[in-house]
């Protein structure tokens, strides 16, 4: 059931050094209610735009392409330059040609394609639309543009516990270009003749519009968000199945209707071409609005893509103005690297904010805070960056990169150094002991003989202690540890002989090997220290073919044979949980 709707117009203004062209188009998005999925945050995070300007490097790029450009855009006229230094459209033409092609209103498809495609994250939904988009994303990622496009390859909208399916109609019905002899205008040839190269890219740019493809573009991006790592993993490999080509109306109907019953969906819808969105907002009229499109395309197709030529591949323009161009636009190529590193920081943080309560509960109110902190000059960095882009000219770019070339790691850096910090666990420490498959249970209260239940209202704080007095928790058969409790002090969590029971006894009474412990994680067996977020085994030392788990009713703290493990017992792999998140829900 859809339960709300969001539509409107978004404006984009592009900068330019003189004059300012606002652009803009409609976009419709709306929520269903959505279903649990999730991923886990990985603490080294790449950054695929920042180690040099990578796939962004438009440097000495001869065609630029802007696909799915803005409405109001497309109607730039044949030899409108665009300036790839500042990422502006000049609005002015230094071009002449002869003529251009006509603009035939679609009656047949040159090329159609109708698919359905599944991204398990925004890593691979930004390489899908990576491709010949060098304008559209270096004036999304300089805070100059808000078009759908835009909003697509950046995938601001979609966290990390987003799986994703995308309906995607790509229709091709003409293209118009300039056809003929083009030569440069007298003020143009003027200024390049003089070695006015600067002037001449302020005015003029560093390419002109060449080339416009007619159709229509359909991007329906449906999310579902999870809350853990399996159901996120189960998720994805259920939409991958949906995935593929559609043949028929038929087809795309079933699979969009065995979508719906996976979870609570969010839906988004951008098109160029066809009629604007219209009716009741639900899933069903989505599918009816996508059904229609290649038809309303061949009534109302839209220019789909713009094409850009460089200035310096025009027939007598001197052969040092291309190298002129290129030594400034390296200059915004690393800008744009430092800019997009910063956003992926930004991502990043958001990630964190999102997990904070479920993977990544370990991280406590202090450490937040930092993260926080962290936020916040990140935002100041994204907003210098601009405002410098902005009121700045082409000369001064470099102190820009130089001024904040080692901002991106130096974050990165910080934000890793702060969760490092977080994760590590520091024996003595309190904590709560958990059960990993069964996390609503927890290592409880004694009953009168001592014997260790297990509880979801009643956890009580314990803490593990190496048995040689290191600071830290090994996973180690030659590092044993001693589980123990502020609640019973002077007494260690101890297995029984014969019965092969878990309960509390003192330590000046106990025989040492029934009562310390083995730690060995479940997934990663060459990890040697153990962290918050770990997921592990925990084998007695004398009864080494027993580990503490749970019994069959989830009452109790038993000795479960080493197979149980392996065959999958839900109450034998166990995690740490930090104390400070009960408190802050109330539960301690």
């Not at 071009?95 to 925004?122: D, E, L």
């Not at 999870?226 to 699979?255: Q, Y």
């Not at 470099?398 to 934000?415: A, F, H, Q, R």
Request: proline fraction near 3%; charged fraction near 20%; include cysteine.
């Amino acid at each position: 059931a859809v339960v709300s709707t969001q539509s409107g117009h978004y404006g984009r203004g592009l900068f330019v050094k003189q004059q300012v062209f606002l652009c803009v188009f409609s976009t419709t998005e709306f929520n269903t209610m959505s279903g649990p999925l999730l991923f886990s945050l990985l603490l080294t995070c790449t950054l695929p735009w920042t180690q040099g300007a990578g796939s962004s490097n438009i440097e000495g790029k001869q065609v630029m392409r802007e696909i799915f450009p803005d409405r109001l855009c497309t109607n730039l006229v044949f030899g409108s330059g665009y300036n790839s230094i500042t990422l502006s459209r000049t609005g002015t033409a230094t071009i002449q040609h002869n003529s251009s092609t006509v603009h035939v209103p679609g009656n047949a498809f040159i090329s159609h394609s109708f698919k359905i495609k599944h991204f398990s994250g925004r890593e691979d939904l930004r390489a899908e639309f990576d491709s010949d988009s060098e304008i559209a994303k270096s004036e999304g990622f300089m805070g100059s543009s808000k078009s759908a496009f835009v909003k697509i390859l950046t995938a601001e909208d979609v966290t990390v516990l987003d799986s994703l399916l995308v309906v995607d109609i790509d229709i091709v019905t003409d293209s118009t270009s300039i056809r003929g002899h083009v030569e440069m205008s007298p003020e143009g040839k003027n200024l390049l003749d003089v070695g006015q190269y600067t002037k001449f890219i302020e005015k003029f740019g560093t390419h002109y519009l060449r080339k416009k493809v007619y159709g229509g573009k359909l991007i329906l991006m449906i999310r579902i968000s999870s809350k853990t790592k399996a159901e996120k993993e189960e998720m994805d490999k259920k939409l991958k199945m949906t995935a593929g080509s559609i043949g028929n109306d038929p087809e795309f109907r079933s699979k969009m209707y065995e979508i719906e019953q996976l979870g609570k969906l969010h839906l988004s819808l951008y098109t160029l071409g066809g009629v604007p969105y219209t009716g009741d907002i639900s899933l069903d009229s989505a599918i009816e609005y996508v059904l229609k499109f290649s038809g309303n395309v061949l009534v109302k197709d839209e220019v789909r893509e713009l094409e850009f030529l460089g200035l310096w591949r025009t027939l007598g323009v001197p052969r040092d103005f291309g190298q002129h161009v290129f030594s400034y636009q390296h200059e915004t190529d690393k800008i744009m690297a430092i800019f997009s590193g910063l956003q992926e920081v930004t991502t990043t943080v958001e990630d964190i904010a999102l997990l904070r309560f479920y993977e990544m509960s370990w991280l406590s109110d202090d450490g937040w805070s930092e993260i926080v902190d962290v936020r916040t000059k990140l935002a100041k960095h994204r907003q210098d960056i601009t405002r410098q882009f902005g009121e700045g000219d082409i000369h001064g770019f470099w102190g820009i990169s130089e001024e904040y070339k080692d901002t991106v790691p130096e974050l990165m850096t910080e934000i890793q150094n702060i969760l490092q910090d977080e994760r590590r666990y520091r024996s003595s420490d309190n904590t709560y002991l958990r059960s990993a498959s069964l996390p609503a249970l927890y290592l409880s209260t004694a009953n009168w003989e001592y014997y260790a239940r297990a509880s979801s209202t009643s956890p009580i704080p314990i803490f593990l202690e190496d048995s040689s007095s290191h600071r830290e928790i090994s996973f180690s058969f030659s590092h044993s540890t001693f589980i123990k409790s502020r609640n019973y002090p002077g007494y260690v969590l101890c297995m029984g002989r014969n019965y092969y029971g878990v309960y509390w006894k003192a330590l000046s009474a106990a025989y040492t090997p029934y009562c310390t412990w083995y730690l060995q994680h479940s997934t990663e067996p060459r990890k040697e220290t153990l962290e918050y977020g770990d997921r592990f085994v925990i084998y007695n030392v004398h009864w080494s073919s027993f580990t503490f788990g749970l019994d069959t009713s989830g009452s109790w703290i038993v000795a479960l044979y080493e197979n149980s493990v392996t065959t999958g017992h839900p109450g034998a792999i166990w995690e740490l949980e930090k104390i400070s998140w009960r408190r802050l829900a109330g539960e301690d």
